[in-house]
Structure formats: C-alpha cells, structure tokens
C-alpha cells in the first residue's frame, strides 16, 4: 500500500470544490499531521498532529474536518478551531479519498482494498446504506447540493457517479488513462478529470455525462481545481514542478506557473487565488492564476498532500 501511495495521490476534495472561505488544512503524508493555515496572512497557525500517513482530506460544516489513513483502517475527526483530533473512526480496508455532505450527515469514502464507496455516519463512523462497488476509487467531489457523487476510477478509465441518496449508480463518464483527481466548476455544469497516465485532462458534462474534450497539459497531472470565477483551470504537474494554466473559454493551454517540488494537491479559493501542496520540498504554494505569478510559498512538515478547507 505504500508504494502505492507514492506512485498515486489525491488532489482532493478535497479535493475538487471551491473554497469559500478562510482556513486551508493540509495533510503531510510523512510527517503525520495536518497543518491548519490562514491564506490571508499568510501563515501555519497551527501544526496538529494526526498519526500515521494521513492522506485523503475533506471538511464539514461546525469546523470539522475529516482525515483518512488507507495503511490504518481509520478517519480522524479534526476540531479545527481547537487545533486537535477529537474522535478516531475504524474504517476496514483502506480508506482514502473522502468527501463531507454540504448539510454535515454523512461521509462518503472510497476504499482501496476493499473496491468500494461507502457511506458512513460522520459521528459513529457507521455505514450508512449500500456500498457502491468501484474497484479502484481515487478522487472524490459532490456537488453543491450533496445529491450527486463523482468518483474517479482510476484503473478503469472512467467517473462513475452515484446518487447519495439511494446509494446507486447512475451514469458513468469515460475519461483518459488512471484518472486520479476530479474538480467540478463553480456552477457544477462540468467536470475536469486529471489524467496521470495519459497526460491530459478529461472535461465531461456533469449532467449528461457525455465527454466534452480532451486536453493535453504535461506529464502526470495529478491535482485539479477550477478557480472561483470559473475561467481557470489549474492542474498540478509532477515532473514538471509546476501548474498548468487552461482557459475554459477556448479549452486550450494558457500558460503555467512553476511552485515547489512535486505539486500534488490543488485547491482554488475565494479571492482567486490557488493552494497547491509540493509534496517532495515540503511547502505550500499560493499561486495567482491571473498574473500567472507564485505569490508566497510555507514551509510545511514532510510530505504535504492532499488539501480542504474550511470555513470561518
């Protein structure tokens, strides 16, 4: 499993949604902690130590956020004004990407071992309904209303998307080869998959599923985010060490900015800028997609990976 988390990441949440307000949360993967950040400053207000490879990341309403731990059959729940892990949820299998329902009822997690997608009580840590079989779960997004869940398969080239409600599979999207990270525009009209074998980024339909275009961006795109006025998309290069910058408008490459070593996890926020975690130097890059400038880049513990927000 763990060379397996290091060939494959997550964007996350949190991989995917805009974020709407104040405090970024960063999972460092090696350091096993998440560091909580006020983007405005910016600064690390607060280091909180998790455990063990903390990987996938999503935040509820109340200040929560939720960590998973694949090699530990666990979820942290994070107080995040208090700065501290208050319960520890026993998940079997290997519990990785993560998504919070908007109104905080549910938990969605896809499992690695186990080839699912599961519904669990976010204060027991209980299934919730039917598992939705998907054999090989990556990124994970809901929609604004928390009705629909769109799931990166990522050996099989393909987004299924389930209906929370019933716990069911209604639709599924073809994509290029091992989608990883998922975003959805701020109005939820399209989906952009990031491709990490095939180098290119998928944009879908979000409500007919049908594939809009293909796009190439530069070896392993692995994070996506859409920033908040809609006309950006941002995706992580590996290699390259950089993000690459496309138009929705024309669905062309519009430039990249250079961040820190091995870019990962991508988050779009608010005021219009882009968190992305540099998982090989160890850091944050706050990146201006419009000036197509890094404004300011922290200084983390080992390993940061996957990102969420949540709101003041």
Do not use: C
């Not at 091992?178 to 009209?189: C, E, I, K, Q, T």
């Amino acid at each position: 499993m763990r060379a397996l988390l290091l060939t494959v990441l997550l964007s996350m949440s949190a991989f995917g949604p805009t974020a709407l307000a104040a405090e970024i949360y960063v999972a460092s993967q090696d350091g096993g902690v998440v560091s909580r950040i006020d983007p405005a400053a910016p600064r690390v207000i607060a280091t909180i130590p998790v455990g063990p490879g903390p990987a996938g990341l999503a935040a509820g309403p109340g200040g929560r956020v939720y960590v998973t731990h694949p090699d530990h059959k666990a979820i942290s729940v994070i107080d995040g004004p208090a700065g501290r892990v208050i319960a520890r949820l026993d998940h079997p299998g290997s519990p990785f990407g993560i998504a919070a329902a908007p109104d905080g009822s549910a938990l969605y997690v896809g499992d690695w071992r186990r080839g699912e997608v599961v519904r669990r009580d976010p204060r027991t840590g209980e299934a919730a309904g039917p598992a939705v079989p998907v054999p090989d779960p990556a990124g994970l997004v809901l929609d604004r209303t928390g009705a629909r869940l769109y799931v990166a398969d990522r050996e099989h080239r393909r987004i299924v998307a389930i209906d929370t409600a019933g716990m069911r599979v209604f639709g599924a999207a073809a994509t290029g080869e091992g989608p990883f990270a998922v975003a959805l525009s701020p109005d939820g009209a399209r989906l952009y998959v990031a491709n990490v074998r095939s180098n290119d980024l998928t944009v879908i339909d979000a409500r007919t599923l049908a594939q809009i275009a293909t796009v190439p961006v530069g070896t392993m795109p692995y994070g996506v985010a859409v920033t908040v006025d809609g006309r950006t998309v941002v995706v992580s290069r590996q290699h390259a060490g950089s993000v690459a910058l496309l138009s929705v408008d024309r669905l062309a490459p519009d430039g990249e900015v250079a961040v820190g070593r091995y870019p990962e996890g991508v988050l779009a926020l608010e005021d219009g800028r882009v968190a992305v975690a540099n998982w090989f130097s160890g850091d944050l890059s706050l990146v201006d997609p419009r000036s197509r400038r890094e404004l300011a880049r922290l200084p983390l513990a080992d390993g940061p990976r996957g990102l969420a927000v949540s709101l003041r």
